[in-house]
DNA sequence: CCACATCCATAACCGGAGGTTATCGACGCA
DNA sequence: TGCGTCGATAACCTCCGGTTATGGATGTGG
């Protein structure tokens, strides 16, 4: 029997929800297009995979069976994916590599620069990863490695190069009354709204509301923001402040953003980080060679 | 990126084939579908799988890394698709064996007696191999265990036990001036046509017109059978002759049809077949271990 | 107790993807 | 030079996966 990998993730998502209509969101789908998918996978399959209840759909044991192997499948696809792309990169003398726009600074150019110094001829392509999933392109094999910042989600199936540490300072409105001096604690920080990325989840949206200097007070979000340019105007319109790398303040420098040293939080590190599932090309372990001697 | 495991088959068959419209036709589609779909591959991959030449298609790298990792995507979710059948057949308390057509005799229904009593409640659907693809509704999980008779073929995967050993007979038209003598040799056989089954390749198809007892000399195929019934029928139509087991005589016991001894060929054997790249569910362990009874 | 929210199923409709047959252009070969 | 074989292209049809709108069943709060 064949399948598509698409109903296999529409499997999963609705295995891990337990709710067709929320996987349907999550899925960018409607959610009687998934009825009737979820449907079709049950007839080929010839077994129910849920009981249907009015609090949503629980896996049979069969559906478990699946929701066991699902995995497997969709991961050796990926893994197959990433094995293409990184024989095209190979075949063109390319190299695509990711970052996260927070994590661009003068290390970088230092890095590409010994990388092309190694392997004339060779180019480098950069794409930006979203914020909202910063890590996708890396296991789908559109870019070998990508620069990155900790904390990382789900370091098991990336290696990791720590390149260099940093303070972290506040970004915020040039008229922000805070903005007046020129240093700040972070406590002073501890009423205002912060700018946020979008799928910031878990440790690393802690990371930059810098819960672990909070201690447990909440934190009111002024706005949610997908692309530098869109964080960049909402700190200036006042919709909040925001944490950010030092080299931000060189990179990211506008008239109506200010941006001040805080104390008592906890520097940001940028990584150079890339998939162990597999041996690195040997164009990427160039790229990694010379990360390595950039790092301080 | 998605893909359906139907478009990887189709990769896999022409990058075996190298050559579009024999793959075409292995598939069973026509060859502009072919291209069209491979064409789509590549540009959804955003490379070149294959280079066209006048004599076929050869893989670029690209090709060759998809090609390395395809065999392991398509088994996983075989793999998949066997477990959940396998849960689904727990569920309902249903066992699915399978049997080729010429494999069924007494010592089947010792084995399906001996496992009824091991497991009331239970039930034994038996579902007849197509001789063209006898392994196919195993690997799928169609059935949990099939009886088939040596050689099998791609022996690696799957775990054999072998029932019993018979001597092989010959079978022709009763009208036929050979069915005059109660037993022959073989070599009163070697210029007769014989009717063969559509798949029967390698080492199967040697052993049903006993190449090793031909000493090189060629055989003749004067009909080719999907079903049983066909080939009686074309046994009696004197379409051709054909080994066959002794017990055949029992089972496919027809006027119109002599079964003869033949001296001067080799045995027969029974083998309870299962795949053995997961742990058999406990019913098909019940089922094995009734068949290890029954064996001689 | 009733109105409402939630959840899945169903119906009707639409566009596109995948299949078919027919045909072409390029080349190797007898 | 004519034929056979290869893959590419064109025109067409069917069905599948998506959409919106709506229904039925079942909790739930004012």
């Known amino acids: 029997m064949d399948v598509d990998t698409r109903l296999l993730r529409y499997f999963r998502a609705v295995a891990e929800e337990g709710n067709l209509t929320r996987a349907a969101a999550r899925l960018y789908v409607s959610q009687p297009a998934l009825t009737k998918q979820i449907r079709q996978l049950e007839e080929r399959l010839g077994a129910r995979l849920f009981v249907r209840s009015k609090s949503g759909m629980a ?7 699946l929701a066991a192997a699902v995995p497997g499948v969709l991961g050796s696809w990926v893994e197959a994916e990433r094995a293409v792309r990184a024989a095209e990169a190979e075949r063109t003398r390319v190299l695509r590599i990711g970052f996260l726009a927070s994590a661009a600074n003068e290390k970088t150019q230092d890095v590409i620069a010994a990388f092309r110094a190694s392997r004339p001829g060779w180019r480098v392509e950069m794409r930006q990863a979203s914020w909202g999933a910063p890590i996708e392109g890396m296991v789908s094999g559109e870019v070998e490695a990508a620069f990155m910042r900790l904390p990382f989600p789900s370091r098991e199936d990336f290696a990791l190069l720590p390149l260099l540490t ?9 008229n922000h009354p805070l903005a007046q001096s020129a240093s700040l604690r972070f406590e002073d920080l ?4 912060f700018v946020a990325a979008p799928g910031a989840t878990g440790a690393f949206r802690d990371h930059w509301i810098a819960a672990e200097a909070r201690g447990g007070r909440p934190v009111r ?12 105007s909402a700190i200036a319109n006042g919709d909040g402040i925001a944490l950010a790398p030092a080299s931000a303040a060189r990179y990211y420098a506008r008239p109506d953003i200010a941006y001040r040293e805080v104390e008592g939080i906890a520097p940001s590190t940028v990584v150079l980080a890339w998939p162990n599932t597999a041996r690195p090309t040997p164009a990427l372990a160039d790229f990694i060679a010379a990360a390595r001697e950039a790092a301080d």
Do not use: F, N, S, Y
């Open 166 to 174: 940093e303070p972290r300072c506040v970004a915020m409105a040039a």
């Open 59 to 65: 896996l049979t044991g069969p559906g478990q069976a």
């Open 190 to 193: 501890l009423d205002e709204p």
């Open 221 to 232: 979000i002024g706005a949610v923001t997908e692309h530098p340019d869109d964080w960049l």
